[in-house]
């Protein structure tokens, strides 16, 4: 299973708007086995196809200590979120060494397929609810740094650029 490279903020492919899932296949088989790959070797607990440059409405999630209880949402659809908000701090391995508070609802249930095809919906509160928003908000062309100021997103934008110069000289020494 190959390491797939995670986009990272502010690449313009984040923006794009994810398209469904048209088949079920051998090809998207081994993309959601690269992306669970990709995603436990990153240490994330999430990770949505548009990161990895596959515009495709697919995520994979997996929250657990032993990272052994992976869930895929093949065609994911927001049904309902609750009044109810909370704020909590979030990261993205998209935008690597940035921690933020941002305000999402406090449950969701959304429908989705699973990796046979299997149409099921699935209620969530706390980290999975966060989790599940993140990723749908990737599906639709958005990063969690949006929802922060434009100073807060000038600074990562900067931080981040400076991390990858340095990188850069770093393989060039």
Partial sequence: MPLLP???YPDPRLYKVAQPVQAIDAP???LIRDMLATMYDAKGIGLAATQVDQHLRLMVIDISEEHNQPQVLINPELLWASEEHLKGEEGCLSVPGIYDDVERAAEVRVRAQD???VAREIEAEGL????????LDHLMGKVFVQYLSRLKQSRIKAKLRKQEREAQQQQEA
């Fill in 6 to 8: 995670i986009l990272r």
């Fill in 28 to 30: 998207l088989q081994a």
């Fill in 115 to 117: 990796e046979h095809g």
């Fill in 128 to 135: 999975l609810a966060v989790c599940i928003q993140h990723e």
